[in-house]
C-alpha cells in the first residue's frame, strides 16, 4: 500500500531528476508564530533555501494526504486556521484517516520527508526532554525519531526550555549524532552556548553531508541532529533568557499547562517577557538554518 502523498509539481521534479531539496515543518505556520509573522517567516523560509540552490517543501496535512510543498494558498489557509491538528507519530494516521488539517512537528515531518525521498530537513529547534521529566515523564517523540528515521535535522539545538543535559543524554542512549557546526558547545536555541560540549563538532556541509551518506553505507538506521548555532547578531545571552524560561516555566505549572499544550504556551509567554525579541531571535536563526540545511543537500547529491 502506498502512502497517501502529494507532492508539489516542483518538489516531483527536482526530487525526479537527484537536485537538492529541502524539508521544512509546518507547525512554525500554525503554533509557533503569531499571524501574520508565522506568514512572513515560512515565505522568508522558503526564499532563504532557494537562494541557497535547493528547493523548500513545506510539508502539512491537508484533505486526507501528506502534501510535500505547499503553494501560497496553502500556507495562507494553516495560518489562518483553528484548531489544526499538531502531528507527530502517534496521530499522524488519524489526522489522514480522518481528513483533518494538520500542522508537523519534527518528527512528522521527518516521516513524511522519508517517504518522500527527501534527505535534509530544516527546522528552528527539536522537542526533547522536559523539566521535570522525571515527574511528568514529557520526552517529545522527536528523539525516538531522529533513532529510527533516516533524515538530516538542521536546527539550532534543542528549544532551551527543555532539560537539555537530559535531552542530550538520551539522544546519546538512542545513537544519534548530535554535530555542533563550528564550536565546540553544543548550541541552545536563542543563544550560541549551552555550557554543554557537544559529541560531535564538524565546519563544513560537505563534512556533514559525507556523515550522512556514510551512515546510509552502513546501514544505520536513524538521522543526525545538526546544531547550528544561532547567528551571533540575533542571540539572547544564555544567562538572559534562561532568567525567562524559568520564570515561564513556574507560570505553566502554576496553571495547569500540560502535554503538546506546553510548548506553545511557553513561547507566547517568552515572546511577551522578551518584548519580542525571542520571535526576532527565532526568525534568523530558521533563515540560518535553512542556509544550511540547502548546503548540506546539494552536497549529499554531489556526493
Request: charged share 20%; hydrophobic share 50%; with cysteine.
Amino acid at each position: 500500500m502506498t502512502a497517501p502523498l502529494a507532492l508539489h509539481p516542483e518538489v516531483q521534479e527536482a526530487i525526479a531528476a537527484h537536485r537538492p531539496v529541502v524539508a521544512l515543518e509546518s507547525t512554525i505556520i500554525t503554533h509557533g508564530m503569531p499571524y501574520p509573522e508565522n506568514v512572513r517567516t515560512a515565505r522568508a523560509v522558503e526564499a532563504e533555501v532557494r537562494r541557497a540552490g535547493a528547493i523548500p517543501a513545506t510539508i502539512a496535512v491537508m484533505d486526507g494526504r501528506i502534501r510535500v510543498g505547499l503553494e501560497e494558498a496553502g500556507i495562507e489557509r494553516l495560518a489562518r486556521a483553528e484548531h489544526v491538528m499538531k502531528l507527530s507519530r502517534a496521530d499522524l494516521a488519524v489526522c489522514l484517516a480522518t481528513g483533518a488539517l494538520g500542522s508537523t512537528t519534527v518528527a512528522a515531518t521527518m516521516i513524511a520527508a522519508r517517504l518522500a525521498g527527501i534527505e535534509v530537513f530544516a527546522t528552528g529547534g527539536i522537542g526533547g526532554v522536559h523539566r521535570g521529566a522525571d515527574q511528568s515523564f514529557d520526552i517529545s517523540a522527536d528523539l525516538q525519531e531522529l533513532a529510527q528515521t533516516r533524515v538530516t535535522v538542521v536546527s539550532a539545538g534543542a528549544k532551551a526550555i527543555l532539560d537539555l543535559p537530559k535531552t542530550l543524554e538520551v539522544l546519546e542512549t538512542l545513537g544519534v549524532p548530535v554535530i555542533a557546526v563550528g564550536q565546540d558547545e553544543l548550541p541552545a536555541f536563542w543563544s550560541r552556548r549551552s555550557g554543554l560540549r557537544a559529541p560531535l563538532r564538524l565546519d563544513a556541509p560537505e563534512e556533514i553531508a559525507a556523515a550522512h551518506l556514510m551512515r546510509a553505507r552502513l546501514g544505520l538506521p536513524g538521522g543526525q541532529l545538526v546544531a547550528n548555532p544561532i547567528p551571533a547578531e540575533a542571540e539572547i545571552p544564555l544567562e538572559e533568557i534562561e532568567a525567562v524560561v524559568a520564570r515561564s516555566i513556574a507560570t505553566a505549572e502554576a496553571q495547569g499547562v500540560a502535554a503538546k499544550a506546553v510548548t506553545p504556551f511557553l513561547l507566547d509567554l517568552i515572546f511577551d517577557l522578551t518584548e519580542g525579541r525571542s520571535l526576532t531571535a527565532n526568525t534568523a536563526l530558521v533563515l540560518a538554518n535553512a542556509r544550511l540545511a540547502a548546503a548540506i543537500a546539494k552536497a549529499i547529491v554531489a556526493g
